[in-house]
């Protein structure tokens, strides 16, 4: 228990059917900081360090965190949009980590990602149509247009647009259409995993309602694995079977929802826990705040990352980060002793 | 889901549809104002041999300097039609300042595209190439060029294409620059990423994601320089190294006037005010078609 590995393998046995779909192991990116003439390294960002999760066959892994913990970067490094420092990312037991990006093409489409900025997301220049029909282009050459077209109208109802949109361009579409373009295009190329960046916090909270829903209808349909990342703790709570929590680029806390939202152990899960609003006025919560902001990626506090702001903190914390151990339910994991 | 399907439709109704972004921007008397000037000097400028009332090496004795009256805008200092000097003029100027634009346009692109899209040294040794071609003072760099292959019995044709030559391999420095900045920010757009995702190629990411969205500050950037460019003929002919006299070209007539300014005005202000007009038609054109080309501007 002792290793960041011990987690995937202690949680691959449950996922079951041979194995999980996505394996990450010490996933870690740490960005360069150039300065200077000769653009000489004076230091890292040190956005991911040895994080460690799995995703099963039409599982829901949710990821939460605050700005900045690096939920997006490890969510762009499952596909190589960011190159990983080091570790090993697994898919369906294949390491990709290396692949050229020849030899990555094959996998792209079973592996898709919807962005968090409905806006930025979508080619100003493309109509709904060569939005949705580019996947399909890379990875079905040879398929006629008609058929490309029927294939597109087919995922437009499925998403829950017009056909009309078809001939349209993004700045026709509100946020929440946007978004159901976003996903008929990940969609288009008959992904098995599907990375969920933050998929609903630029939108309405009625309009969330809809894409969440639309997300889990989909995934039913197609037996789909989402890695949803997120900072609502609600919304992950609604979608996700296990949930990581991450802070400043480490998983401090990983289990299945019901036992983290019964039984958060690690401070830091407890604080954010405290701050979702409470559902009914009689609802009697401890609401905790956290001081301060969190530190820079950059120069990490030694020790355990959240001992700065943490409300029991020892001198020890800030010696030695702690590991990642199993306390009360079998696949609960905590990286912080002072709660066993 | 059933209830699902009825929020829906509810929510998923589209806005009408916007008039087609071609007709509005042609509804535009500003658009039609430009692009009727440019039709009109391009007519007159190919049209010249069999529309102008004189050749335009015709000199008529005793009839030097003469005010605009019997000749529509009057004579030369050596006795030529200039109206008839400025339609044949216009052949040159547009010639020019259209292809030497045009040759600027495709090497800025290129370099500004390669050298933005693919960063590191590539970017490096291009846009240190780009300094260096930027470091020249572009007059006088085209002066170096126009010089080097300016022998004796070129054909008409020949003189052209060394100025479009020389003004193209001037003038792309900031095109070069525009590109490579556009595409940086483009770069990091989530709609790249998208497509990195589906597995595109590089190729089909420069030309179908990044090249379009820098379309409307290229052609900004490039109707400006068109009449930049028929300003640096203008130079390059006033410097005697443009077209061989006595063909005309705007610039030319503009220089050969400049001793005449407060007798003779006309000689200066005709031509003068064709290059002003035409430059502005092209700079109003551009923004129109910049417009028309934007899906976001005309909501």
């Known amino acids: 228990m002792s290793e960041p590995n011990a987690v ?3 949680q691959a ?16 990116k740490h960005f360069p900081i150039r300065r200077g003439l000769l653009s000489s390294v004076v230091g890292h960002v040190k956005a991911v360090t040895d994080v460690s999760f799995h995703v099963g066959e039409a599982e829901t892994l949710g990821l939460v965190g605050e700005s900045g913990c690096g939920k997006t970067t490890v969510g762009r490094s499952l596909l190589r949009l960011v190159e990983p420092s080091s570790g090993t990312i697994l898919f369906r037991g294949k390491d990709i980590t290396q692949l050229s990006n020849a030899e990555l093409r094959p996998f792209r489409r079973h592996m898709q990602i919807i962005f968090q900025d409905p806006y930025s997301s979508l080619n100003p220049r493309m109509t709904v149509e060569q939005i949705i029909a580019e996947g399909p282009l890379i990875h079905e050459p040879g398929v006629s247009s008609a058929q490309r077209r029927e294939h597109v109208m087919e995922l437009l109802r499925r998403v829950g647009l017009p056909p009309e949109s078809a001939d349209r361009y993004p700045h026709e579409f509100s946020g ?33 309602a809809q894409i969440i829903n639309l997300l889990m209808d989909l995934q039913a349909e197609r037996k789909l694995s989402y890695l949803f990342i997120a900072h609502d703790l609600s919304v992950v709570e609604h979608i ?7 802070y400043l680029g480490h998983i401090v806390e990983y289990a299945n929802t019901t036992d983290l939202y019964a039984d958060p152990r690690h401070p830091y899960t407890k604080a954010l826990l405290s701050a979702v609003p409470k559902r009914s006025p009689d609802d009697v919560k401890e609401r905790q705040i956290l001081g301060g902001e969190p530190p820079s990626p950059i120069s990490p506090p030694p020790g355990c990352p959240f001992a700065p702001r943490c409300p029991i903190a020892q001198p020890e914390c800030s010696k030695k980060l702690p590991e990642l151990e199993q306390m009360g339910a079998p696949s609960h994991f905590v990286r912080c002793p002072l709660v066993k | 889901m059933a209830t699902d399907a009825a929020i829906l439709t509810a929510a998923e109704r589209l806005a009408p549809r916007p008039a087609p972004r071609w007709a509005k921007a042609l509804r535009n008397p500003r658009t039609i104002a430009a ?34 009256g019997a000749y529509l805008l009057g004579t030369d200092d050596l006795g030529r039609d200039i109206l008839s000097r400025m339609m044949y003029g216009a052949q040159v100027s547009l010639a020019v300042g259209l292809c030497a634009t045009l040759v600027s346009m495709l090497i800025g692109v290129a370099v500004g595209l390669l050298s933005g899209y693919f960063g590191g040294w590539a970017d490096s040794v291009l846009m240190r190439f780009t300094d260096t071609i930027a470091a020249f003072p572009s007059l006088l760099l085209a002066m170096a060029i126009t010089a080097v292959y300016d022998r004796p019995h070129q054909t008409m044709a020949e003189r052209i294409a060394v100025l479009i030559f020389a003004l193209g391999i001037v003038g792309w420095t900031g095109m070069a620059r525009l590109v490579r ?7 990091g757009e989530d709609y790249v990423n998208a497509a990195r995702a589906l597995g595109a190629e590089d190729r089909h990411i420069i030309l179908r994601h990044v090249l379009p969205n820098c379309v409307s500050p290229i052609i900004v950037v490039a109707t400006l320089a068109i009449g930049g460019n028929i300003l640096g003929e203008a130079g390059l ?5 443009g077209v061989q006299a006595p063909f005309p070209s705007w610039g030319g007539m503009l220089a050969d006037a400049r001793n005449y300014v407060d007798t003779f005005w006309w000689q200066a202000v005709f031509p003068g005010t064709a290059i002003v007009i035409t430059v502005l038609a ?8 910049r417009d028309a080309l934007d899906p976001k501007a005309l909501k």
């Open chain 1, 8 to 10: 995937s393998q202690a």
């Open chain 1, 13 to 28: 046995a449950p996922a079951g059917q041979g194995g999980p779909l996505v394996e990450v192991k010490d996933l870690r």
């Open chain 1, 176 to 208: 929440g259409q946007r978004q159901r373009i976003g996903i008929a295009r990940a969609l288009a190329v008959n992904p098995s995993f599907i990375v969920c960046d933050e998929p609903v916090s630029a939108l309405d909270v009625s309009v969330q």
């Open chain 1, 240 to 246: 996700s079977q296990r949930v990581a929590v991450m």
């Open chain 2, 35 to 68: 692009l009727a000037v440019i039709l009109l000097t391009l007519a007159m400028a190919l049209c010249a041999p069999w529309l102008a009332p004189h050749g335009y090496k015709d000199q008529y004795r005793g009839e030097e300097n003469l005010a605009p």
């Open chain 2, 181 to 187: 900045s556009q595409v940086l920010t483009i770069k």
């Open chain 2, 237 to 241: 002919s006033f410097l005697g190294l």
């Open chain 2, 282 to 289: 092209f700079n109003l054109f551009g923004d129109s078609l």
